[in-house]
């Protein structure tokens, strides 16, 4: 394998590890939004129930 292959593929390698961190970290981005969607319900559906009855 000559030098220039040798580097062609050190090249392609890191732009799939780059390809894949990022992947990786817009999924944990994913991830933290629904989780923080789903606490927000959380507090709002657990504070409505700790109201008192309005008489209905």
Not at 35 to 50: G, K, V
Request: charged share 25%; net charge positive; hydrophobic share 40%.
């Amino acid at each position: 394998m000559t030098r220039q292959e040798r580097l062609n593929v050190i090249r392609t390698a890191a732009e799939h590890r780059r390809l894949i961190n990022e992947t990786a970290r817009r999924q944990f981005d994913l991830n933290a939004n629904d989780l923080r969607a789903r606490s927000h319900w959380l507090a709002q559906t657990a504070a409505m129930m700790s109201q008192p009855s309005l008489g209905l």
